[in-house]
């Protein structure tokens, strides 16, 4: 199931830069974040949904090269982002 709409809402509002921020690199690692937390709680009840699964490791992928990217231009966005998303290094 995806986020919904006051879900996303909420996460944009809370990570934005400035008033109209969609797409900086805090939101999307937010969003990311968020849609992988629903996605290990489903496969705890649906052990065999390999589909799912593997879509999982792409989020998680994008995540990282998102931080990847963060990381080389600035590690002092990098370090306030694993803290405000509770993220291991």
Known sequence: ????AFQKAKIVTTHRKHET???SPEV????ITERITQ???HFKVHTKDHAGRRGLLRLVSKRRGL???IHR???DRYK???VTFELRK
């Not at 199931?1 to 919904?4: D, H, I, Q, R």
């Not at 999307?28 to 969003?31: H, N, T, V």
Request: net charge negative.
């Open 80 to 82: 306030a982002i694993l």
């Open 67 to 69: 931080l990847d990217y």
């Open 21 to 23: 921020d969609t797409g």
């Open 1 to 4: 199931m995806a986020l919904l």
């Open 73 to 75: 231009k600035s590690p």
């Open 28 to 31: 999307q690692i937010g969003l």
């Open 39 to 41: 996605l290990t709680e």
